[in-house]
């Protein structure tokens, strides 16, 4: 077991956390705005003070360390808008227009591997988007090739290897090609399986495409699928979502994520062409989750935390299990410490003790490759305070459970001062039950898994300065 790994998986008052009842009242107090977590600081807090000559010296100072990477690749083109979508997209019908993208990506890749010592194995592998699916065959091939030629991709049983995919636009020879090109799970985006919602958020996607590309998956032997489903859209209620997850249900995919919608016109321009009448209530939301925990698991899945569900056999459930679970800029990973580095207009990258972020718009991530530059516009060196609160939040988010005590041993602190003032925030959550505590372990209970975002914040010593006004609500 890794040495930040809690003492969750086994504490003695654990049973009695478990006695926890749900509570709507409750759960409705506790559900206001804030941050998914997926990196702390979060990106409200990269300035653009960091350059990319930063990023460089971050790169070069992380080849010490001999970290496996991760590589994320973002591909940013999507056929047709669903309206609820809030990614860095560019909706487009001509393939071509991918060409030139795969040559910015390319340069970029010479950029980041001068600095990087190729020989570390890269474990994981993830392209997302927008669609990546709406490459061509040969254009994921060449990307596969650049990639490997860069970095030097793996062979190995245990790598983690995945591509989100449209069902819509891919079929049973998009899925052969992917195994071949090396890769070995997929995620697919499904939202809701009611032909009322889908019309609603303009992604008309009949249950056989989804059925048609999982049967093919697991007779090809694809290691774990995951299903993207989306709760809050327009016309869903509690009895039409549970119709969905029965159908889900007996698709029987390794992974689940259900994600919580966040109607915010303002900031996203599709989701204005949601009518927010057609929304459900607060309560009808509450009503949905409730609904969907409670259908998953008696179906035998595991609640991970917040949006992510598991079979106890999946790699995602095992990892928690034993305490190597992270969370990255995609949500939960099996794959601890890694260096993660970010390829593609608005892509992260998570490197040493650096966060870097590329352009969100085209244009200026093309001019800064078309310059010979690396092209991150921000990002932030985290102090020694940012490293230990981001391995409490961590561990917080991804064990449900958190030791102090170890890590003021780790880091050479008396955690009891040090994080007195997370333990004051706490207080009213843990007479409200959603923590138990004992001494410096602090262990959530089922309630405080489902707002275990609120249980993090009490340690983010950057939220005061930037307010939660620009997060999505918890639940």
Known sequence: MPVHATAALAHPFSAAVEA???????????????PRYTSYPTALSFHDQFTADDMTQ?????????KPLSLYVHVPF????????A??????KNTALAEPYLSRLDREMVLTSRHLDTKRPVQQLHWGGGTPTFLTLAQMSDLIDRLDARFGLSSAPDRDYAIEIDPREADVFTLRHLQSLGFNRLSLGVQDLNPQVQAAINRVQPRVLTETLMDEAHRLGF???????????PFQTEQSFADTLSQVIELSPARLSVFNYAHMPTRFAPQRRINEADLPSADEKLAILRT???MLTQAGYVHIGMDHFARPEDSLAQAQRYGTLQRNFQGYSSHSQCDLIGLGVSAISRVDDVYAQNPTQLSHYEAALDEGRLATVKGLLLNKDDLMRREVIERLMCDMAIDLEAIGQRWQINAADYFSTALERLKTAEQDGLLV????YLQATPTGRLLIRHLAMAFDNHLQHQGNQRYSKIL
Do not use: H, M, P, V
């Open 78 to 85: 999507c056929r047709k808008i669903c309206f609820y979508c």
């Open 87 to 92: 990614c860095n997209k560019i909706a487009t």
């Open 20 to 34: 926890t009842a749900w509570d709507d009242a409750l759960i409705r107090r506790y559900d206001t705005s804030g």
């Open 292 to 294: 969907t925990i409670e």
């Open 437 to 440: 505590r004992q001494g410096l």
């Open 58 to 66: 971050a790169l070069e100072r992380s080849n010490a360390s001999q």
């Open 223 to 233: 290691r774990s699928l995951n299903l993207d489903l989306i709760y809050g859209l």
